[in-house]
């Protein structure tokens, strides 16, 4: 049996929106949606931060 990795915080966070997003629309939001909501200053960090969180 594999370890479920620790999620660091802002992961966790990130997770959170994508499934009430999902819950709420039937749809994940998009890049630019987590960056407005987590005060990101592109897209591109949202980006940067889901990689890390597919990992």
Same mark, same amino acid.
């Given at each position: 049996?594999?370890?479920?990795? %620790?999620?660091?915080?802002?992961?966790?966070? $990130?997770?959170?929106? $994508?499934? *009430? #997003? $999902?819950?709420?629309?039937? #749809?994940?939001?998009?890049?630019?949606?987590?960056? *407005?909501?987590?005060?990101? %200053? *592109?897209?591109?960090? +949202?980006?940067?931060?889901?990689? +890390?969180? +597919?990992?």
């Amino acid at each position: 049996m594999m370890d479920t990795p %620790k999620l660091t915080a802002r992961q966790q966070q $990130i997770l959170d929106l $994508i499934q *009430s #997003a $999902i819950a709420r629309t039937g #749809a994940p939001p998009t890049r630019a949606e987590i960056a *407005s909501e987590l005060g990101f %200053k *592109s897209a591109n960090a +949202a980006e940067e931060h889901l990689q +890390a969180l +597919a990992r």
